[in-house]
């Protein structure tokens, strides 16, 4: 009789372990499911952040190469109306300064690639004759620096990212003095998973 009551409590007692046993691997699966979640909303928010500080340094650089030109240069002249260029859509114009009469985009195009180790940033644009050009600048881990102009695009590099960006110069604007100019920069993420805007401006 003894021996029998012994005997069903060993195996109510195992049963009780098993039960136990799957009830801590239900709560660790869910934990591991939440910490998985966890880290792909940090692995998003870490691309979306690397997106957003490079088209803030990208606009930050057009701005920059706009500000050197002077008030004369065709790319930056407001010839008809009040505003040049566009941010809405990709807008190009036949600008007239004195004699001379030149085609003027107010967009393009950054590429951008670590292959090989370099840090390689290529824009599009025309040359004089109006053909299509592509200058890529390539940094190297020793600080070097190279340039170099083609008519074609670079060969498409698996961790490429492109970015498209637009300028709007407006003349004038209201509540700013007679005489100066307003350039609005507006870069956007053009291949990534998550679309990723930027835009600044600076007076003149």
Same mark, same amino acid.
């Given at each position: 009789?003894?021996?029998?009551?012994s005997l069903r409590?060993?195996?109510?007692?195992?049963?009780?372990?098993?039960?136990? +046993?799957?009830?801590?691997?239900?709560?660790?699966?869910?934990?591991?499911l939440?910490?998985?979640?966890?880290?792909?909303?940090? %692995?998003?928010? *870490?691309?979306t952040?690397?997106?957003? %500080?490079?088209?803030a340094?990208?606009?930050?650089?057009?701005?920059?190469?706009?500000?050197?030109?002077?008030? *004369?240069?065709?790319?930056?002249?407001?010839?008809?109306?009040t505003?040049?260029?566009?941010?809405?859509?990709?807008? %190009?114009?036949?600008?007239?300064?004195?004699?001379?009469?030149?085609?003027?985009?107010?967009?393009?195009?950054?590429?951008i690639?670590?292959?090989?180790g370099?840090?390689?940033?290529?824009?599009?644009?025309?040359?004089? %004759?109006?053909?299509?050009?592509?200058?890529t600048?390539a940094h190297?881990?020793?600080?070097?620096? $190279? $340039?170099?102009t083609?008519n074609?695009?670079?060969?498409?590099?698996?961790?490429?990212i492109?970015f498209?960006?637009?300028?709007?110069?407006?003349?004038?604007?209201?509540?700013?003095?007679?005489?100066?100019?307003?350039? +609005?920069?507006?870069?956007?993420?053009?291949?990534?998973?998550?679309?990723?805007?930027?835009?600044?401006?600076?007076?003149?």
């Amino acid at each position: 009789m003894e021996t029998s009551k012994s005997l069903r409590k060993k195996r109510g007692a195992s049963g009780f372990a098993l039960i136990e +046993t799957m009830i801590a691997i239900s709560i660790l699966a869910v934990g591991l499911l939440g910490v998985a979640a966890l880290l792909a909303q940090l %692995s998003g928010n *870490s691309a979306t952040s690397r997106y957003m %500080s490079t088209e803030a340094l990208l606009a930050s650089e057009k701005l920059d190469d706009l500000n050197r030109l002077p008030a *004369s240069d065709p790319a930056i002249a407001v010839t008809n109306g009040t505003t040049a260029g566009s941010l809405a859509a990709d807008q %190009s114009a036949s600008v007239t300064v004195g004699p001379v009469t030149t085609n003027v985009d107010y967009f393009d195009k950054v590429q951008i690639s670590s292959g090989d180790g370099n840090m390689a940033e290529t824009v599009n644009g025309v040359d004089a %004759s109006g053909n299509p050009i592509y200058i890529t600048t390539a940094h190297a881990p020793d600080g070097t620096v $190279t $340039t170099t102009t083609a008519n074609n695009p670079p060969a498409p590099a698996a961790d490429m990212i492109i970015f498209g960006r637009r300028w709007l110069i407006e003349q004038d604007p209201a509540g700013l003095p007679t005489g100066t100019r307003r350039i +609005t920069v507006w870069v956007s993420l053009q291949n990534g998973v998550k679309p990723s805007t930027f835009q600044t401006s600076m007076v003149r």
